[in-house]
């Protein structure tokens, strides 16, 4: 934030001196995103972290969210956050709240929507517990291996990651950027140690390699 606050250290900080605080609040919006007109601006306001009985819960407010290509990232991302913090403090997850200005759908997901719903496969997978420490010390090392499979390099999972749980999370980056080729798909495919990973792994089968390029914006 303006360059100089780390607000997740300064949350976390924090609740070490006074966990029972409502002041654990990490703004993304800021007064300058509408100040003039820009391609992108954060759709999250907002994240509240509170400690009660040993337990770290989060509130999630969004000023705008797709209810179909948005959403599940962001409670995906949300939560892995919670649990960061939370194994960082010390405590076990809590509950968390998502609250949306304005929850939609583009037309142009009606369709694909639709055929999600429809096919019925649909169900809850709990993911492995995070091992206890500061997961944020490793944050450094996970974003030089995004950048290095972004170019190309090659990536040895357990070098990176001390334990199954993070490297098999470098396995999903290198599933991302793998994505049609099947022998190395194949060779993470038996590598993960989470089965439910698998399934991922297996999509990435009929894609091919992202290639990133602009956008047009959207509310």
Known sequence: MRGNINQVDSVIAFLKKTPGSRRAVIQLFNAEDIAKRYLEIP?????????????LHLSVTMRSNDAYFGLPHDVFCFTMIQEMMARTLGMELGEYYHYVGSMHIYDDKLEAAAQYLEEGHQRTVEMPRMPDGSPFELVPAL???????????????????PDDYWADIVRLYQAFWAAGNDAALDALRDAVTTPIYKNYIDGRRTLRRRTFRSRETRD
């Open 143 to 161: 974003l030089s291996v995004e950048d290095m499979l972004r170019h190309g390099e090659s990536v040895d999972a357990f070098a990176v990651a």
């Open 43 to 55: 759709c999250t306001t907002t994240l509240q972290v509170l400690c009660r009985e040993e337990r």
